[in-house]
């Protein structure tokens, strides 16, 4: 996702610069040019050795290394740079860079960079809460700097408070999230529900299915980097929802009803990749265990649940667009054009549950994309591809 875009690293002298070699190979798999710059502390923690072999590209250390072409090579690396992070970033750099003083390699080439430019603070609490370091952050800030809040934990000097930088995982969420994506959803407000949900038969089993919310998971996600504002309505999953995304948690279909239908008005895309249970037991679990101790408890009644997509489709407003799933087993097309009319939805995304690599579970899918204007079969793909072209249709 970041082929032709060229990323910066300003490593400073923290014991968690180690963790910078993680960042940087997450970046090179995603395919971006990755530039290491480091100060001389964080020589002491890490070698540029270490990144020079990940990325590719010679790590800077000194402005007047005599190896190297520095005088221009820092301006040429600041025209070049896509986005430009600093982490972990120390009290004595973000004093720096607050200040205009630019005495190495990094807070020269950081001062001429006009790209995005995001820092991490990354020391002992005491410092970090200290007014002058505050103050540094403020201004940082008031430049157009992202900060990005330290974590709290226990720290390396043997303190616990605010000051850890977050895991690198982190750190390069808030990269894609800068420049992954063309931000074509910029103000748009999408909701997308996803996973399974759960009915209670008594306080030991319930209904539910297969579902794990990965479908869903991707929406949000290609949305979100598209600079979409992002409800995830999320029922039983199995996997963490993405960074930048409100997440709402719901269990069964009356509260995932209850958490659409608050929120449906102000959205622009409403996507329920959720897998509904049609059925729940028509008693109350309470009512159940009543039953259980008069023995009467043999059979379990059944009513349907809300069919939430087609309340949507009712009560759709002006302009907005309704999006649906249909998981078919058989005669997949018929059934799923019958969906997208009676329940008056924009788009179907129907998929075969008989093909392989589609449906649950799996990080792909099989999709056709079913409009009033016809259908498009899509070939397997990821399923964070499949939900970049139904985005693309969508909007
Ligand atoms: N859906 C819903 N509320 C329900 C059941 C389904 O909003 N009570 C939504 C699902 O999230 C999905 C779409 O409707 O986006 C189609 O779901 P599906 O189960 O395939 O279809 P049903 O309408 O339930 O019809 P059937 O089970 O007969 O195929």
Do not use: W
Request: proline fraction near 3%.
């Amino acid at each position: 996702m970041l082929k032709g875009k060229t990323v910066v690293l300003g490593v400073t002298g923290s014991i968690a610069a180690y963790k910078i070699a993680n960042l940087a190979s997450m970046l090179v798999k995603q395919h971006a040019d990755v530039n290491v710059i480091m100060t001389h502390n964080a020589a002491n923690f890490i070698n540029p050795i270490t990144f020079e072999t990940l990325t590719g590209n010679k790590c800077l250390v000194d402005t007047f290394d005599r190896n190297f072409q520095f005088n221009v090579e820092h301006v040429a690396l600041a025209k070049r740079a896509d986005i430009f992070m600093v982490a972990p970033a120390s009290a004595n750099v973000i004093g720096k860079m607050a200040n205009g003083i630019a005495d190495d390699m990094l807070t020269t080439t950081i001062l001429a960079a006009k790209c995005p430019k995001l820092v991490s603070p990354a020391m002992n609490t005491n410092m970090y809460e200290n007014q002058i370091v505050q103050d540094n952050l403020k201004k940082l800030e008031n430049y157009g700097f992202e900060i990005i809040d330290p974590a709290s934990g226990y720290l390396a000097c043997g303190d616990t408070g605010a000051g850890k930088m977050p895991e690198p995982e982190t750190l390069f969420a808030y990269i894609m999230r800068t420049i992954a994506c063309k931000k074509d959803m910029q103000g748009k407000h999408v909701l997308v529900t996803a996973g399974a949900t759960m009915e209670k038969i008594d306080p030991v089993r319930f209904i539910t299915n297969h579902s794990t919310g990965k479908m869903g998971k991707a929406l949000a996600e290609n949305c979100m980097l598209r600079g979409a504002k992002v409800t995830l309505v999320n029922a039983s999953v199995s996997v963490e929802p993405p960074m930048f995304v409100d997440v709402v948690k719901v269990s069964s279909a009356a509260e995932m009803s209850e958490a659409v239908k608050s929120k449906a008005d102000e959205q622009d895309i409403i996507i329920m990749t959720a897998a509904v249970a049609d059925f729940r037991p028509s008693h109350p679990a309470d009512e159940k265990i009543k039953k259980k101790d008069q023995g009467t408890d043999s059979i379990i009644e059944l009513e349907r649940t809300e069919d939430i997509l087609a309340y949507l489709g009712a009560h759709k407003k002006e302009g907005q667009k309704i999006c649906g799933f249909s998981m078919e087993t058989e005669n997949m097309l018929d059934n799923s054009k019958a969906k997208l009319a009676k329940k008056n939805a924009d788009m179907i995304v129907a998929n075969n549950l008989k093909v392989a690599g589609a449906g649950f579970g799996t990080d792909t899918n099989v999709v056709t994309l079913i409009t009033k204007n016809g259908c498009r079969q899509l070939e397997k793909m990821d399923k964070s591809e499949v939900a970049e072209k139904i985005m693309d249709e969508l909007i």
